[in-house]
T-cell receptor, first 115, second 113 residues
Framework: AQTVTQSQPEMSVQEAETVTLSCTYD???????LFWYKQPPSRQMILVIR??????QNATENRFSVNFQKAAKSFSLKISDSQLGDAAMYFC????????????FGQGTRLTINP | NAGVTQTPKFQVLKTGQSMTLQCAQD?????MSWYRQDPGMGLRLIHY???????DQGEVPNGYNVSRSTTEDFPLRLLSAAPSQTSVYFC????????????FGQGTRLTVV
């Protein structure tokens, strides 16, 4: 079975600085998808970024980028120029190549932004 | 476009009571799922459906039933609630198997006393 591990329960960063959230996963599949979801206090799950395992290029969405190391099974999220609105729980997630309906989530990292 | 709608948003049950958490989507998505979120454990898959009339179990199915009679609706039933089912429940949907983005409802906070 696939597993996703986030070893940082909490992180904090000064506003405007850069922070990196870590995620490792375990799978025997060669093709799959990886995601980072943001959950603000409203509880809404918001997709931040996704990465297809067959793509070597790291995904980027504005201030959010990932460092995908397939051999090491590592998938970290970098947030540049942190803003107060970035404060939230962040979840790393895995899905098989066929099945967005079968997401496997990590335990989450609570990110605090200090003004 | 309402997206994925869950009702109710909050519910308190007594041990042994039954209830149904409702989930509806208006995006004509084929795939729907239920997850539960517990502190320190992220979200875990309870049941999922790949289309009307087809359901399957996820990681933590015990104590929950589902059915999918229409494309739009995917209710989750608790037949005899237990305190261990106190959690936040999320419904999600996605368009088709190769479409990788899941859209989530806003969750139902359930407390079983």
């Amino acid at each position: 079975a696939q597993t996703v591990t986030q070893s940082q329960p909490e992180m904090s960063v000064q506003e405007a600085e850069t922070v990196t959230l870590s995620c490792t996963y375990d799978t025997s599949e060669s093709d799959y998808y990886l995601f980072w979801y943001k959950q603000p206090p409203s509880r809404q799950m918001i997709l931040v970024i996704r990465q297809e395992a067959y793509k070597q290029q790291n995904a980027t969405e504005n201030r959010f980028s990932v460092n995908f190391q397939k051999a090491a099974k590592s998938f970290s999220l970098k947030i540049s120029d942190s803003q107060l609105g970035d404060a939230a729980m962040y979840f790393c997630a895995y899905s098989p190549i066929q099945g967005a309906q079968k997401l496997v989530f990590g335990q989450g990292t609570r990110l605090t932004i200090n003004p | 476009n309402a997206g994925v709608t869950q009702t109710p948003k909050f519910q308190v049950l007594k041990t042994g009571q039954s209830m149904t958490l409702q989930c509806a989507q208006d995006m004509n998505h084929e795939y729907m799922s239920w997850y539960r979120q517990d502190p320190g454990m992220g979200l875990r898959l309870i049941h999922y459906s790949v289309g009307a009339g087809i359901t399957d179990q996820g990681e933590v199915p015990n104590g929950y039933n589902v059915s999918r009679s229409t494309t739009e609706d995917f209710p989750l039933r608790l037949l005899s609630a237990a305190p261990s089912q106190t959690s936040v429940y999320f419904c999600a949907s996605s368009l088709r198997v190769e479409d990788t983005e899941a859209f989530f409802g806003q969750g139902t906070r359930l407390t079983v006393v």
